[in-house]
């Protein structure tokens, strides 16, 4: 009996802990790139640049759209293209192509989030 008592606090201390780690994390920023598309290949650098720039505040991920669920879900149809999702907030955010080609738009974006 008293090990199942110890196993069982164990078990809820974890769950505890996987919950709070979810309630804190940090939007994530994806881009969708497709494999090939020059485009995504320009911008990459740039992506790149701005997750290590602003690791503290979002995750950073990158998603070809030709294996992504997610991509299915968003109903994207164009690359490159980036999404900032927060869960705490409940939105989404979408950044066009056209604003990823101009010049500090991206950085802009995510400061101003």
């Keep these: 009996m008293k090990k199942l008592l110890i196993i069982s606090a164990l078990m809820l201390t974890a769950a505890l802990s996987v919950l709070s780690v979810l309630a804190s994390e940090k939007p994530k920023v994806i881009l969708f790139h497709m494999h090939g598309c020059s485009a995504c290949k320009k911008f990459t650098p740039t992506f790149e640049q701005m997750a290590s ?61």
């Design 53 to 113: 720039k602003y690791s503290n505040k979002f995750n950073f991920t990158k998603e070809d759209i030709n294996s992504s669920s997610l991509a299915d879900q968003l109903g994207i149809n164009y690359v490159p293209m980036v999404y900032i999702i927060d869960s705490d907030k409940q939105t989404k955010t979408a950044i066009d192509s056209d604003c990823l080609s101009t010049q500090g738009c991206f950085e802009q974006k995510l400061s101003q989030y």
